[in-house]
């Protein structure tokens, strides 16, 4: 890659807002920021359409029984990995239903691993040990639209037939071509000039955002606005459970606890058993029958009672 490909990324040019930010007073640093922070909501507002199109796609592989699978280096790497993490517990899916994978490995994630992005060969290697297949969607990112780890790895995502997705920061980006669904989310000139873990890492981090939430709404995992399918894994979620339980059920905080411990820790199932009466085994049943969505659940079972 030439020095001038580089410095024709939209990632890497020199902001003119921020040219005096060396000698400024950090009130007046952090007025810098804030105001180029204050672009990036309105730059993914524009791509909506793209990102729309994008977590349909997604939606559809996982119906077929697919993953998805963030692929990234350095930043958005790690971003990928932040956005798959986060779902086993906030929305009670399987660790394995989005997963993330950074050049370089587990020890990337903590601490940059020269040159590891450069091979587009370990792209493919890294997909192939995931065992890949046709039904996952593999989403690549990179804030300079260019890493050749990431495109490595779309390239075979194609070839194996899996669908494709991409976002990264800059117009054209090279992974935009190799993705069926590519999202290209323009932050411009960094406050500090190619520092994209601010503004290009902020607008991946919010695209992953609705890519994953408006995905586990798609799946069921949210009622009204509610994360009903949210793991109680410690004393604070066990809370915010039965809080859930007490305000989508109508019943007292008592109540609430009863039923949680009664569903077996399962904030769905005590809100069907609440509100139609049902046992635990029946509210079950209706949840398998309606792949998990609890309102479907919740009509089945009131169509049955009448």
């Known amino acids: 890659m030439s020095n001038n490909f580089l410095k024709n990324l939209n990632t890497e040019q020199q902001n003119p807002n921020t040219l005096d930010i060396d000698i400024c007073s ?98 493919k290697e890294d997909l192939i040990q995931k065992k890949v297949n046709k039904n996952d969607m593999v989403i690549g990112l990179a804030a300079s ?48 000039t190619g520092s994209t873990r601010m503004k290009a890492g902020t607008a991946q981090k919010m695209v992953l955002n609705m890519i994953s939430t408006a995905v586990m709404i798609k799946l069921g995992k949210v009622y009204k606005n509610y994360m009903i399918d949210v793991q109680p894994t410690n004393e604070k979620l066990e809370y915010r459970a039965c809080s859930i339980i007490s305000n989508l059920a109508n019943v007292d905080e008592s109540e609430a606890n009863k039923l949680f411990i009664e569903s077996g820790k399962s904030v769905k199932l005590a809100i069907i058993m609440s509100i139609t009466g049902k046992t635990k085994e029946e509210a079950s049943l209706a949840l398998t029958k309606t792949e998990g969505h609890m309102k479907k659940a919740i009509d089945l079972l009131n169509k049955e009672e009448k």
């Open 26 to 123: 950090t009130n007046e640093i952090l007025q810098k920021i804030n105001q180029e922070d204050k672009k990036v909501a309105l730059v993914v507002e524009e791509q909506i359409p793209s990102i729309t199109q994008l977590i349909d796609a997604a939606y559809e592989s996982l119906k077929k029984g697919g993953r998805i699978i963030y692929v990234g280096a350095g930043t958005s790497g790690r971003l990928g990995i932040l956005d798959a993490s986060e779902c086993p517990p906030t929305y009670g899916v399987s660790d394995e239903l989005v997963q993330g994978i950074i050049a370089g490995g587990y020890p990337a994630i903590f601490k940059a691993q020269e040159g590891a992005e450069d091979s587009k060969e370990k792209g």
């Open 145 to 192: 639209g260019r890493t050749p780890y990431v495109i490595g790895a779309l390239d075979y995502a194609n070839e194996i037939g899996a669908t494709t997705g991409s976002v990264c920061c800059v117009l054209n980006g090279e992974i935009s071509k190799v993705s069926k669904y590519p999202v290209e989310v323009v932050t411009g000139a960094e406050v500090v």
